[in-house]
């Protein structure tokens, strides 16, 4: 079999697609910067599913990759000039910081991330590069859980010394009722898709949703409109490797295979936290509450914000349409599919690890 074409250029598909992983990885991750686990289960995210059944084996990772996606399926046959692959990440990230504002928070929750991307037809620059969420939409790239704030809503509020009749009202209620009212939850949302995807930096609007009955539904920090915009750049942390796991079927499903990283480090400090915005009973009587909340987090933050955060993250790949020994064209997204149904029947693979002298030699770097 011809050795296709990406193998000379892995740097680039594997550095894309790990950095497009952590890329939504902080979409999820930012939440907890506002909070700590334990939160309720009917917060969490839900996703639709992706028109497959859940993976098993090497690809067990992959439970909502857009393969039925027609975008995925728009590669570039083998006689174009460049690339021509599908491919999917799915990340889980475990551990780091944030801080927005003045607050500071250790990523103690994982935070599961899924998407796909590909080369468009006749695109010999291969990056920017699209990248494709869910069937369900960019709202379904991050499953993640509301998370409780280390602060109570009084607190928060600054009850104390409070003279506002709003804040006033809240306060007493809280303070009354406590439990839920008295405690405040954070859900961070998708504000929109992945842009700029430049292999190791790009940027990934985010907002974060505040939950608790006294502060209404459509509490914010960051909205559709001004959201958060973050743009890590991603590395190889201390202690992190990198594996290759082929398809073991490699006569049925040839240039399938699957690249783990362990230990990839994400990292941004320019990125702006806009003001909280829509909390409380509603109308005027939100400014009080929202200026309230703002100055207690320290929010709008121009500067000082930070992001640093480290996971694992797998990517699926198949680069059938760049193989001159196979009957051309390929549909590389079709075949992924494959071999994810194939998987559901108990196929098992090897890890290879690798190290990254010979990771660099791999990718002709």
């Not at 506002?164 to 954070?186: L, M, P, W």
Request: glycine residues 10%.
């Amino acid at each position: 079999m011809k050795t296709p074409r990406w193998r000379s250029r892995n740097r680039t598909l594997l550095a894309g697609a790990a950095a497009a992983a952590v890329a939504v990885a902080v979409a999820g991750l930012a939440a907890p910067a506002l909070a700590r686990p334990s939160a309720p289960a009917a917060q969490a995210t839900t996703v639709r599913g992706p028109g497959y059944p859940p993976p098993k084996g090497i690809y067990k990772p992959f439970t909502n990759c857009p393969l039925n996606n027609p975008m995925m399926h728009e590669v570039m046959p083998i006689t174009d000039s460049g690339g021509g692959f599908a491919a999917c990440v799915a990340g889980n990230a475990v551990t780091g910081s944030i801080t927005l504002g003045t607050i500071t928070t250790q990523v103690t929750e994982p935070v599961n991330v899924q998407f796909g991307f590909f080369i468009p037809p006749a695109d010999s620059n291969f990056y920017p590069a699209p990248a494709v969420p869910p069937l369900a939409g960019p709202s379904a790239i991050l499953t993640t859980k509301a998370d409780l704030i280390p602060e109570s809503l009084t607190t928060a509020l600054s009850c104390d010394t409070a003279t506002d009749a709003t804040i006033e009202n809240i306060c007493q209620t809280a303070e009354t009722k406590g439990g839920a009212y008295n405690q405040v939850y954070a859900l961070a949302q998708e504000a929109g898709q992945v842009s700029n995807f430049q292999l190791l930096s790009w940027t990934q609007p985010v907002k974060f949703k505040l939950i608790n009955p006294l502060l209404g539904g459509n509490c914010y920090i960051g909205t559709d409109s001004q959201p958060i915009m973050l743009n890590p750049s991603l590395s190889v942390g201390p202690g992190g490797g990198l594996s290759v796991l082929n398809d073991p079927q490699p006569a049925i499903h040839p240039d399938t295979e699957i690249l783990e990283i362990t230990g990839a480090s994400a990292g941004d400090s320019t990125f702006s936290a806009p003001g909280v915005v829509g909390c409380g009973p509603g109308g005027v009587a939100n400014v009080a509450v929202d200026e309230a909340l703002d100055a207690s987090s320290g929010l709008p933050a121009v500067s000082g914000n930070s992001l640093t955060l480290t996971g694992t993250f797998d990517v699926g790949v198949n680069t059938a349409s760049e193989d001159s020994s196979l009957s051309q064209p390929q549909d590389d997204a079709n075949n992924l599919l494959a071999a994810f149904l194939a998987s559901t029947s108990g196929e098992h693979s090897v890890k290879h690890r690798i190290t990254m002298k010979q990771f660099r030699h791999k990718l002709h770097r």
